[in-house]
């Protein structure tokens, strides 16, 4: 039989099943077979902060969306085209999300009275005709591979494991990705065990064939590679992204990077990644408390190390006090807060940015750290070096603000060369700076640089400099205790102008307006890029003009930022919080800055996104708006 | 290249490493002065904190490290100020945080001598938890937990320490909490080297340190120290001539556990003995068990259980009876040597410089070029 094919220009595909399914491998595989391909994409896993909720149920759903294109794309995409579910409540879980007319490939075998009966369901939706406005195809995946290994003599619960495999190999062939990465991946992973390294590959070969042979599939799908700049890229989650960003400060700054760390989701994988690392020189130090995994970093970081230590939000509650003694004792220090749902314990495995005014405020004094945040699952790498830059250059703890989606998520990335990253110098003192008044030298730990207003970073182990630092305020200069009023006001403000300093360093910020005719500005910061990006081209494909702002740096604000807010009408601030930025733009500039919240545990949808732009545009130009009436619409989120 | 220490032969455990092993040693001999910072010390007059700053000051020359790769690293409290007063490298850091700090320190830096400087209401209250894993994980440290008995930088609360039934600022009709036995819980947290030792005794007090900056491991060392503002007298039993004797159980390892007022014949007339009772250790006089049923002393005795015993003999009340010494003393690998021990295999594993392997690192996987 001779099947049609037919050309996309991109797919939404979601992955969805129990939790121990197998989900996020099937989808990553997916992915990295897309990446191969040459294919841009962009990933959003989503699964439960349970490792095995009860079975079968709506909170044991897990999934992982890959959104793949022939074009530069920036988000996972809004509404899945294509959605694999494994059982009932996977399908019930995530049929919400589906636009009219979408793709459902479901696993027939879970069908069951009981499991329907889980997933809350009172008739069978493959039976009725609840599904009938989108393409159903019912497989029998669990039975299908359960026979395709039966070769191999497994129990029947560890055959019906290689589904997943089953049902990646037939989406591999609907969208004619290359396996060979898959075949090769699970020769590798299942090395040790080779009947159980067999049954997966037989299973996801026969899925691929059941794609080619049957006729419930009459269709495949071409989606061609985008065109990328020259360069060899690799498919990198925000977390990998930012672990060997770490690494490379190291390399580039010749200190050993010293991570003390306490096990929180969405971070603990920073931890894992750089304990593999140990030959960079990479200690990794797993404390018996968020705070002990900064007082180490902290202590480390005085001794010379690069000291890092990496968390989720409560666990930035809780490294508070010693974030403060960093800022006191003026020491490099890398803090980074993968950020998720909260407060309290709140929403581990979800993605969410309102850690911002924790991150400025959350200390007791005035105590003024650095913020900097990654845009994307591949920006953390960059991210890391220039927090490296600012923490090792200004003497003082960097805040970095990553969070679960870029964590988890993933793009593909252009391998940077070695020779472009930046060299970034650590300039330990070695001398005496300082002339007494009997004629001998001696050292001041707090005589600063005039350009940075750094102090001397002065290692233990350095003959002459022997000092003593720590929390209580400090004597300009000689750094001794001093209880003085003018010199803990000008202490204070000093640290500040240290930290407002960091501003005469950044450069200039770019400013995304084709035509330099817009009205309407859209500020955002982190994870937001890809979303707001998305919803700016739509506005701009349906005829409308509106600018695009980035920022990496928070704290302080690049020194442009208030010009080019000045230049715009409307300022829209969308983040997924209810309006940090906004407050502090606010505050800083007296603009009347809008928001644009949702705090839903999952990245902003562009398309809504576009909406509240287009009604800003209508707003600020006194026109009517409609995103829906142009054709070329429909293309946009590109 | 720079000397460095071996100090093996001051140790009872002979071929393994010394506490300062690896830290550079200075040819000259040194002085107290040297290691006296130009900073007023400014603890209250008649504090036990002045002798225990002497004896420290006394005792590093005699170590004989240089003194730039000494590093002292305190929390919160009076006694936390230490560092200010020594002409080293020093940190006063947040409250019961040292420990951890000084984990950092040690880990990053084989060539360092880390000590930690607590209170009892920094190690045993806010800081607990940092120091029973500090412990337990065995990081090379010497810490010194001077034990008043009382909070004196918040002016009088009680402390952990303090005994049940204390009238103090904040427990008017007297302290409802049972106080903790630093050196029994220093012992319940695996702790390789236990001791206790008293402010005013210098002679002791030294003994102590040296075999403590021997150890290779976290020296826990519990020092009884008078606050005279807020808790004068807590320690007046084992101070006082006229009590001492019968309120300080000396332990010295290979010894018989004795003490007492002496008798007509010069002999002390208490000793430790086994209880078949409890399982646990009590005092006895020498006259009714004899002397060869005395307890003789075992610091390196690898199972605790005995050291604990001895422990228990604290008055957990006011203090009117308590062993002093080195109660444990024993080898085991320490999480710093170990932790750089990976560090280095898996670098003399790894060819090429570190910019080839960041190349490699971050070009592995799966990858695919686009011309």
């Not at chain 1, 793949?68 to 995530?94: K, Y």
């Not at chain 1, 230590?309 to 807060?337: F, H, N, Q, R, Y």
């Not at chain 2, 030294?206 to 807020?230: D, K, M, W």
């Amino acid at each position: 039989m001779t099947k049609q094919v037919k050309q996309l220009d991109r797919v939404i595909i979601r992955f969805a099943g129990d939790s121990g399914d197998g989900m996020q491998l099937t989808g990553d595989r997916f992915t990295q077979e897309s990446a191969v391909f040459g294919n841009d994409l962009v990933t959003l896993p989503n699964f439960p902060a349970e490792i095995r909720a009860p079975q079968g149920t709506l909170p044991g759903v897990s999934s992982f969306q890959v959104h793949f294109a022939d074009h530069d794309i920036l988000t996972a995409g809004d509404a899945p085209d294509v959605l694999v579910a494994m059982n009932p409540a996977a399908l019930r879980a995530n049929l919400g999300d589906l636009p009219k007319g979408a793709t459902i490939i479901v696993d027939s075998h879970d069908f069951t009275a009981r499991n329907l009966t889980k997933a809350g369901y009172t008739a069978n939706p493959l039976e009725d005709d609840s599904l009938a406005e989108f393409a159903l195809h019912t497989v029998d995946l669990t039975g299908m591979t359960v026979e395709a290994v039966k070769q191999f003599g497994l129990s029947r619960k560890d055959a019906a494991r290689a589904k997943n495999m089953f049902a990646l190999g037939l989406l591999s062939w609907m969208y004619g990705r290359p396996i060979e990465s898959t075949i090769a991946f699970l020769t590798k992973r299942f090395a040790k065990v080779a009947d159980i390294r067999d049954a997966n590959i037989t299973a996801f070969k026969a899925g691929w064939n059941f794609g080619e042979t049957t006729e419930t599939f009459v269709v495949s799908y071409e989606i061609k590679p985008a065109p990328m700049a020259a360069g060899t890229y690799r498919n990198i989650t925000g977390n990998l992204a930012l672990s060997y960003g770490l690494v490379a400060s190291s390399v580039q700054s010749g200190l050993p990077v010293f991570l003390g760390s306490y096990p929180i989701t969405p971070a603990s994988d920073i931890l894992h990644e750089l304990s593999k690392h140990k030959s960079f020189g990479v200690t990794t130090f797993q404390a018996e408390d968020e705070i002990a995994g900064i007082g180490a970093a902290i202590g480390a970081a005085f001794a010379g190390s690069l000291g890092v230590t990496t968390t989720s939000g409560p666990g930035i509650a809780l490294k508070s006090e010693a974030i403060g003694l960093a800022v006191m004792t003026e020491l490099p220090l890398l803090v980074i807060d993968v950020q998720r749902g909260g407060p309290s314990t709140g929403l581990p495995t979800k993605t969410e940015q309102a850690d911002l005014l924790q991150a400025m405020f959350g200390r007791n004094g005035e105590a003024p750290v650095p913020i900097v945040a990654p845009q994307s699952p591949g920006d953390c790498f960059d991210a890391v070096l220039e927090a490296t830059r600012i923490a090792v250059t200004y003497r003082t703890p960097v805040l970095l603000l990553s969070d679960g989606y870029l964590a988890n998520g993933s793009e593909p990335w252009k391998i940077p060369d070695i020779d472009d990253l930046p060299a970034i110098d650590p300039d330990f003192a070695t001398a005496a700076n300082h002339a007494l008044q009997d004629g001998e030298s001696d050292f001041w730990p707090y005589l600063r640089d005039e350009t940075t207003l750094a102090r001397p970073w002065a290692i233990p182990g350095t003959p002459g400099l022997e000092h003593r630092i720590g929390g209580l305020e400090k004597g300009d200069g000689h750094g001794n205790i001093s209880y003085d009023p003018a010199n803990h006001d000008f202490m204070v403000r000093t640290r500040q102008a240290k930290v407002d300093r960091i501003a005469d360093s950044l450069p200039p910020l770019e400013v995304d307006d084709p035509d330099g005719e817009a009205k309407v500005l859209v500020l955002g910061w982190g994870s937001t890029y890809g979303p707001i990006g998305a919803g700016c081209r739509r506005v701009r494909k349906a005829g409308y003009r509106v600018a695009q702002v980035h920022l990496r740096h928070l704290n302080p604000f690049p020194k442009d930022l208030g010009e080019i807010l000045s230049r715009y009408d409307k300022v829209l601030i969308p983040e997924m919080n209810l309006g940090q930025l906004s407050m502090l733009i606010r505050a800083r500039y007296l603009v009347d800055a809008v928001g644009y919240n949702h705090v839903r545990g999952l990245p902003l949808k562009a398309a809504d996104l576009a909406v509240a732009i287009g009604n800003l545009v209508a707003e600020a130009e006194g026109i009517d708006v409609d995103l829906t009436s142009t054709p070329v619409a429909e293309e946009a989120n590109k | 290249m720079t000397p460095t220490s071996t100090g093996t032969e001051e140790l009872p455990f002979p071929g393994l490493r010394s506490g300062v092993e690896g830290v550079p040693t200075n040819e000259e001999p040194q002085t107290g002065k040297e290691y006296t910072s130009d900073q007023e010390v400014r603890w209250c007059p008649g504090c036990g904190d002045y002798a225990v700053l002497k004896a420290v000051q006394g005792f590093l020359p005699q170590l004989g490290l240089r003194r730039e790769n000494i590093v002292f690293v305190s929390g919160i409290g009076c006694s936390s100020r230490f560092p200010y007063y020594l002409d080293t490298y020093g940190m006063h850091s947040i409250h019961g945080r040292a420990p951890s700090i000084a984990t950092g320190i040690a880990t990053a830096r084989e060539d360092l001598s880390v000590w930690v400087v607590t209170g009892d209401g920094d190690a045993l209250s806010i800081g607990g938890n940092h120091l029973i894993h500090a412990l337990r994980r065995n990081v090379n440290m010497t810490i010194l937990l001077f034990n008043n008995r009382i909070y004196g930088l918040t002016k009088g609360q009680y402390s952990p320490t303090s005994e049940a039934g204390k009238i103090t600022k904040s427990t008017p009709m007297g302290s409802v909490d049972h106080p903790f036995n630093p050196v029994s819980l220093a012992l319940g947290a695996e702790g390789s080297f236990v001791a206790r030792t008293i402010d005013s005794d210098r002679k002791h007090l030294t003994s102590v340190l040296s075999a403590a900056a021997a150890h290779r491991g976290p020296s826990f060392v519990e020092i009884y120290q008078n606050c005279p503002i807020f808790n004068d007298g807590a320690f007046d039993a084992i101070k006082n001539n006229d009590t001492m004797a019968d309120a300080i159980i000396p332990l010295v390892h290979g010894e018989p556990i004795r003490f007492g007022m002496l008798d007509e014949s010069g002999n002390q007339t208490k000793g430790l003995v086994r209880d078949p009772a409890t399982g646990g250790v009590k005092v006895a006089e020498i006259a009714d068990v004899g002397h060869d049923a005395l307890l003789v002393h075992d610091a390196h005795n690898p199972d605790p259980t005995m050291a604990f015993a001895i422990s228990r003999l604290t008055d957990s009340g006011y203090l009117n009876q308590s062993p002093i010494g080195i109660f444990r003393q024993v080898e085991r690998p320490t999480y710093d040597d170990q932790a750089r021990g990976q560090i280095s295999s898996a670098r003399e594993a790894a060819p090429g410089t570190p910019t080839q392997r960041l190349a490699g690192l971050i070009g592995g996987g799966d990858t695919w070029t686009v011309v």
